[in-house]
């Protein structure tokens, strides 16, 4: 069975700082991983996602992340945040093997401070 | 127009009731999914369809069912509600090829 596990549950940050997401996944097989974010009252919306490839995985908004298989971790960074990316951030791991289904972490939430 | 619609957004009602959530999508998908989020448990599979003739159940699906109406049409029932079925439900689609799933706006359910 896969697992995620996103070490902060909170992360606040000043507004033009950067910020780094963390996330470290659990899986005997070979998986695609996922970053979504939840705006406020909102549903969730594709940051970016790993398939295979390059490492570096840049996505929306300014993120990127890096996929590391020694350390099963796929975090996630913003070298500048701004006040719109206060959010709630969702790392997922998929398996192939299982027709894709998502397996979540627990969210990180971003307040951007001025 | 929303590709993924869920009804209704907020809902309130008692224990024991029975409840249906709905979602329809207009992005031509096979595959959908209902999961529901709690606060510090991100979002936890229900049940997932890959037809119309396809039913899974996921991690958490007891007092929960499903009916996959058409291929654009996925619902949610409780049965008998519960107070700790109060979650905040989320309707996703993806297609055969793609990893990406597109999410819908959620339903807000109170059982009181």
């Known amino acids: 069975a896969q697992s995620v596990t996103q070490l902060d549950s909170q992360v606040p940050v000043f507004e033009e700082a950067p910020v780094e997401l963390r996330c470290n996944y659990s899986s005997s097989v070979s998986v695609y991983l996922f970053w979504y974010v939840q705006y406020p009252n909102q549903g969730l919306q594709l940051l970016l996602k790993y398939l295979s490839g390059s490492t570096l995985v840049k996505g929306i908004n300014g993120f990127e992340a890096e996929f590391n298989k020694s350390q099963t971790s796929f975090h996630l960074r913003k070298p500048s945040v701004h006040i719109s990316d206060t959010a709630e951030y969702f790392c997922?791991?998929?398996?192939?093997?299982?027709?894709?289904?998502?397996?979540f972490g627990g969210g990180t939430r971003v307040l951007v401070k001025p | 127009d929303a590709d993924v619609t869920q009804t209704p957004r907020n809902r309130i009602t008692k224990t024991g009731k029975r409840i249906m959530l709905e979602c329809s999508q207009t992005k031509g998908h096979d595959r959908m999914y209902w999961y529901r989020q709690d606060p510090g448990l991100g979002l936890r599979l229900i049940y997932y369809s890959f037809d119309v003739k396809d039913i899974n159940k996921g991690e958490i699906s007891d007092g929960y069912s499903v009916s996959r109406q058409a291929q654009a049409k996925f619902s949610l029932s409780l049965e008998s509600a519960i107070p700790n079925q109060t979650a905040l439900y989320f309707c996703?689609?993806?297609?055969?090829?793609?990893?990406?799933?597109?999410f819908g706006p959620g339903t807000r359910l109170t059982v009181l």
């Open positions: 997922a791991v998929s398996d192939k093997a299982a027709g894709n289904k998502l397996t």
């Open positions: 996703a689609t993806s297609d055969l090829a793609a990893d990406e799933q597109f």
